[in-house]
């Protein structure tokens, strides 16, 4: 009992069944903190998948992945010569982004794979089309696996999708001498890979996803933090780290889950919902007076840290209008799952 990731596990497992099943030659993305699930979780689920291959974010999550999935490994984040974590295998796929890396990485021995990205108007990394032809000239004996493009989240507004940028590099990677026939591409939605597809049909178009795969089941997740302590409060009485006065009367809660956890002082937006909206009509009232709104929902509402988090927990004001929970209950929190660490995951 702490602050905890409870998946139902059947119905996750359903979800991603069915996103791997519409979305042919897809590359699970497992990086980070492993969408608070953790790497090492997802890299099974990988294999039970069936899939051949899974990206990583960095060198530095490589041996884990090597150890637990069988397939290839791409590194989306690109080589470099400074780079002191590189892991040399033959299930790795390097990612090249600048002409210099490219005779760079052809000068060191062994067979090495690799994909040549592009620079999409998301401007991270890669080429310049125009630099294409010099990096071939460079690749000696690397062996090319693929032509990468990581793009914007379709859904910024005023982009009208992805599609035409996907399209465009499609066009500049089959003028080019680049000898691939495989595109690895980033945040194209299922219509924009339907139709990327039926403009190219020779491409073997390779969605790489992390988030809509992982946390495509928002339903199958729920996090649950239990509540340490409860002590009652006096309008006035002053409380934490800070010392500062409580707004009216009812519980002070100290709930587990604080900044260690991910926990920041301002809950995630995404929750807004039902509960944001009921709660903006007491804004003005706590909020002016300094407080924040915490991710953890109780009676009903989310409600008010009374100071920011501390390393494992949090406290949390609640009027005495609202029923407080029992020491050792759990209450619900709502997390950005990409920040979030928690003290267990549980696949019930
Ligand atoms: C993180 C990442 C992805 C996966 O992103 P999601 O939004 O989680 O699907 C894909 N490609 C690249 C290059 C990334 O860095």
Request: charged fraction near 20%.
């Amino acid at each position: 009992m702490a602050f905890e990731l409870h998946v139902d596990a059947d119905r996750w497992r359903r979800g991603l069944r069915a996103v791997v099943d519409a979305t042919p030659g897809i590359v699970p993305v497992i990086k980070g903190n492993g969408y608070g699930l953790g790497r090492d979780l997802l890299a099974t689920e990988s294999k039970a998948l069936g899939v051949d291959t899974i990206a990583v974010g960095t060198y530095a999550e490589v041996p884990d992945a090597l150890a637990a999935f069988d397939g290839d490994v791409m590194v989306l984040t690109p080589w470099r010569p400074f780079s002191t974590d590189v892991v040399l295998d033959d299930r790795v796929i390097h990612t090249l982004g600048r002409v210099e890396d490219v005779a760079q990485l052809a000068a060191l021995k062994g067979t090495i794979r690799v994909v040549i990205e592009g620079e999409t108007s998301m401007a991270r990394h890669g080429l310049d089309r125009h630099e294409l032809a010099a990096a071939v000239a460079g690749l000696g004996e690397l062996q090319v696996e693929g032509f990468a493009i990581h793009l914007p989240l379709g859904s910024v507004s005023g982009r009208g999708g992805n599609l035409g940028e996907a399209e465009s590099w499609a066009a500049a990677l089959a003028a080019s001498q680049v000898e691939t026939t495989t595109l690895y591409v980033s945040h194209l939605n299922p219509d924009e890979l339907a139709n990327l597809r039926e403009r190219r049909p020779l491409l073997d178009i390779r969605p790489r996803i992390g988030t809509s795969l992982w946390l495509g089941d928002l339903g199958a997740l729920s996090v649950r933090a239990t509540v340490i302590d409860s002590h009652q409060v006096a309008r006035g009485e002053r409380v934490g780290y800070r010392q500062r006065a409580m707004p009216r009367d009812g519980h002070l809660l100290i709930i587990a889950g604080g900044t260690s956890h991910g926990i920041g002082l301002e809950a995630p937006k995404a929750s807004a919902g039902a509960v944001q909206r009921g709660m903006s009509l007491a804004r003005g009232g706590l909020e002016a007076a300094g407080f924040a709104l915490s991710p953890f929902t109780i009676d009903g509402k989310q409600r008010w840290f009374a100071e920011p988090p501390h390393m494992q927990a949090s406290m949390i004001f609640l009027p005495a209008s609202a029923r407080p929970p029992e020491v050792g209950d759990s209450v619900d929190a709502a997390v950005r799952f990409t920040t979030a660490t928690f003290d267990a995951v549980i696949l019930d």
